[in-house]
Each structure stands twice: as structure tokens, then as C-alpha cells.
């Protein structure tokens, strides 16, 4: 049993397509992750949600996070939320189909907690997010 089903500790999905979208949630599914995932489109909408004050939505503690977006791409994200006390300390992992050098360096210097190609294969995908998922096991939140 992972940590994310022992508190349901809620995950922020940064993505524009919405087949990505469908297949984080199959590959959630398929790993018995049930915690609530949100969902914005861009940069923009994930800093709306992460700034809401609603007191009945849990603040997502990891972010998953696309970089080729409209609005605003997700370095630009990344930095606008590097820069803000309340949300610093998200941790962020990157799945993108970018493999560009500039992108990897730009993410870590942004101190992102992993940096994932997007497998082409669904099997490949959702071992991916096993893995994740056995990462987030072994770490401790606050």
C-alpha cells in the first residue's frame, strides 16, 4: 500500500492534451492510485487552483507537469511558483515529450523532483507511473 492511499494527498495534473490527460488516469487506474486528481490546462490554470483559498479543496502536494502548453508553458510555471513561499516547495515532476537538453537543465535548475519522457507505449507508461507511485511511497511529506 503506497503513502498516497494512506493519506489521500491530493496531485495536480498540468497537461493540454487530453489524451495524456485520459492516459494519466488509465495509468492511475491501472496502479490503484485512487487519490483525487485536478487538472489544468496550462500554467495559468494550476496557479488559479493552487492559489485558491477554498477551504473544502486540499492543496495538491505534487504537481505532475507537461512543458510544451498554451498560456503559460510549464518552466514559466515552474518559475512563477519557485518564486512563491506558499508554493516552493511543491514537488514537481516533469512529464513531457520534450527530450531537449535546454528543457532537462531549465527543469533542474528549477529544482524539479524528476524528469520523465513520456514512454509512446501505454504499458510503458503506466510503469512509469508505477514507478512514481513507489517513489512517492518511500517519501515523507509534511
Not at 22 to 37: D, E, G, H, Q, T
Not at 126 to 142: D, K, M
Request: hydrophobic share 45%.
Amino acid at each position: 500500500m503506497s503513502i498516497l492511499n494512506v493519506i489521500p494527498m491530493t496531485i495536480l495534473l498540468v497537461e493540454d492534451d487530453e489524451v495524456d490527460i485520459m492516459n494519466v488516469k488509465r495509468a492511475f487506474k491501472k496502479n490503484n492510485i485512487s487519490n483525487p486528481l485536478l487538472v489544468a490546462h496550462n500554467g495559468l490554470e494550476a496557479l488559479e487552483i493552487l492559489r485558491s483559498n477554498a477551504v473544502d479543496a486540499p492543496k495538491p502536494k505534487i504537481v505532475l507537469l507537461d512543458l510544451n502548453m498554451p498560456k503559460m508553458g510549464g518552466i514559466e510555471f515552474l518559475k512563477e511558483i519557485r518564486q512563491d513561499p506558499e508554493l516552493s516547495t511543491l514537488s514537481v515532476f516533469v512529464m513531457t515529450t520534450s527530450n531537449e537538453d535546454g528543457d532537462k537543465i531549465d527543469a533542474f535548475n528549477l529544482n524539479v523532483a524528476g524528469y520523465i519522457l513520456k514512454p509512446l507505449s501505454m504499458d510503458r507508461f503506466i510503469a512509469a507511473v508505477s514507478t512514481l507511485n513507489s517513489y512517492w511511497t518511500l517519501c515523507e511529506f509534511p
